[in-house]
C-alpha cells in the first residue's frame, strides 16, 4: 500500500481531521448549556451556528488557493494555529456578538483544511491511490465528532462549558508540533523521502480530462460544468452533514427529552458509521478505476448512489416519533453520506492539472460550504416558526436529491460532454 514516508504524511492529516471536528462539534455538543447561559434563543442559537461558515467558507478558496503557490504545508501549519487560537477563544465569549465573532475567525482558521490537505494529497500520492489516500485523511473527521460527544459532554458536565473548548484548543497546538517538523510541502524536494519513492509517485500522475486543459488559467476550471456539479453535488452533501453537526444534538434533548449525558453519547453512533464510510470511500471509488480504467466513471457511481441514499434516509428521519428509530436513520444517512466524501476531492485531482488542485479544490470546497451559511439559520427558524425539525429534514434531503441530478446530467468526460 502507502510507503513509509506517505504512510506518515497521511497519518498526520487523519489525527488534523480528528481534530478539526473535536473542535468544530464541540460547540453543538455543548449548545444546550451555552444557549441557556448566554440567554441565546433558537434563531440566535442558528445565526452562531452559520457565523462559523462565513469566515470559513471564503478561507476554503483562499487556503485552497495559497497552498498552491505558498505550498500546503505551510498553509496548514497557520490553519491549525489560527482554528485552535479562537477555539479557545470560544470559552471567552460573553454573548451572542462576541460568539458570533469568535466563530466567523474559528471558520477563518478552519477554512483552508480541506482543499489543503487534498493539495497534500495530490504532492504526495500517486493516481490509483489518491482515492484511498484522500478517503483515509478525511476519515479522521467524523472520528474526531464521535469523540467530542464523550469528550466535550463530560467536560461540560464536570467543569462546565468554557473548560471543554480550552481542552480542544490545547490538543491541536500539540499537533501543530509533530506537523512542523514531520511533514513537507512536496516530496521531490524532501531529502527525507528515498529516490525511489519520488519516482513512484512523479511517474502516475493524474492526466486533466477537463476539455481544453492544456495553456489555460485557473478560471476555465472554475467555469467547466463538471466543477460546478460537483460543487452543487458537495453543496448538497455539506447542507446534510452541517444539519448534523449542528442541530442534531439539540434535537436529540429538546425533541426526544434526552439528557445532555445520554445525547452526547449516541450522537458517537453516526460518527462511527461515518469514520467507517469515509474510509470505506476511497478505497471503494479506487477498485471501481482499477477494474474499469474510468476514473470519472468510479467517481460518480460512488457519489450519486450513495448520496441517493443519504437524502432519502434523511427524509424519512424527519417522520420518526422515537430516538432510537430517529438515531437509526441518521446513522444511515451519515454512514452513506460519508461513502461519497472523498469523492468530491478526487474529482477535482481527476479533471484539473496539479498546480491548480488546491485553488478548484478551495472553490469547490467554499462553494458547498455556503450551505453551512445558510443551512444551520433556516433551521433555527424553521424549528422556531413551526415549532418542529419535520420540515428541516425533508428541505436536507430534497437539497440532496438535486445535487445528484447535478452530476448525474454534468460529470462527463469530454467526449460524452459533445455528444
Known amino acids: 500500500m502507502f510507503s513509509k514516508r506517505r ?24 449548545a444546550p448549556a451555552v444557549s441557556a447561559d448566554l440567554g441565546l434563543s433558537p434563531s440566535e442559537m442558528g445565526l452562531v451556528f452559520s457565523s462559523f461558515f462565513f469566515g470559513y467558507a471564503i478561507f476554503n478558496f483562499i487556503g485552497g488557493y495559497m497552498s498552491d503557490r505558498a505550498g500546503p504545508h505551510r498553509i496548514f501549519s497557520l490553519s491549525m494555529l489560527v482554528w485552535s487560537a479562537f477555539c479557545a477563544f470560544t470559552g471567552m465569549a460573553a454573548g451572542f456578538v462576541s460568539m458570533l465573532l469568535i466563530r466567523i475567525g474559528f471558520g477563518v482558521g478552519e477554512g483552508p483544511f480541506s482543499a489543503t490537505a487534498n493539495k497534500m494529497v495530490s504532492n504526495w500520492f500517486p493516481r490509483r491511490e489518491a482515492g484511498s489516500a484522500i478517503g483515509i485523511a478525511n476519515a479522521g473527521t467524523p472520528l ?93 452533501y455539506n447542507y446534510i452533514l452541517f444539519f448534523f453537526l449542528t442541530w442534531f444534538p439539540s434535537y436529540l434533548t429538546n425533541a426526544r427529552g434526552l439528557s445532555l449525558h445520554d445525547m452526547s453519547l449516541v450522537t458517537v453512533i453516526p460518527w462511527i458509521l461515518g469514520c467507517i464510510g469515509l474510509l470505506g470511500s476511497g478505497f471503494l471509488t479506487d477498485f471501481i478505476y482499477k477494474r474499469t480504467g474510468n476514473a470519472l466513471f468510479s467517481r460518480k457511481i460512488v457519489l450519486t448512489v450513495c448520496l441517493g441514499i443519504a437524502a432519502v434516509s434523511i427524509i424519512l428521519a424527519g417522520f420518526m416519533t422515537t430516538a432510537t428509530s430517529a438515531v437509526t436513520l441518521v446513522a444511515i444517512t451519515v454512514f452513506a453520506l460519508y461513502l461519497t466524501g472523498a469523492i468530491y476531492w478526487a474529482i477535482v485531482q481527476d479533471v484539473v492539472p496539479g498546480h491548480y488542485v488546491g485553488g478548484v479544490g478551495g472553490f469547490v470546497h467554499g462553494l458547498a460550504n455556503t450551505a453551512g451559511i445558510i443551512g444551520p439559520a433556516v433551521t433555527g427558524f424553521i424549528v422556531q416558526g413551526t415549532g418542529s425539525f419535520t420540515s428541516a429534514f425533508i428541505l436536507a434531503g430534497g437539497i440532496a436529491v438535486l445535487g445528484v441530478i447535478a452530476v448525474l446530467v454534468f460529470v462527463r468526460a469530454p467526449r460524452e460532454q459533445a455528444a
Open 7 to 30: 504512510r506518515l504524511v497521511i497519518f498526520l492529516l487523519f489525527l488534523a481531521g480528528i481534530i478539526n471536528y473535536m473542535d468544530r462539534s464541540a460547540l453543538s455538543i455543548a
Open 144 to 236: 474526531g465528532g464521535a469523540i467530542a460527544g464523550p469528550l466535550v459532554g463530560f467536560c461540560v458536565v464536570q467543569f462546565g462549558w468554557r473548560v471543554s473548548f480550552f481542552v480542544v484548543a490545547a490538543i491541536g497546538f500539540i499537533w501543530l508540533l509533530f506537523w512542523l517538523f514531520l511533514a513537507s510541502n512536496d516530496p521531490q524536494k524532501d531529502p527525507r523521502v528515498t529516490v525511489d519513492e519520488r519516482a513512484e509517485i512523479a511517474a502516475d500522475r493524474p492526466a486533466p480530462v477537463v476539455r481544453g486543459s492544456d495553456g489555460v488559467g485557473l478560471g476555465t476550471y472554475l467555469k467547466n460544468p463538471v466543477v460546478l456539479a460537483t460543487a452543487f453535488a458537495f453543496f448538497g
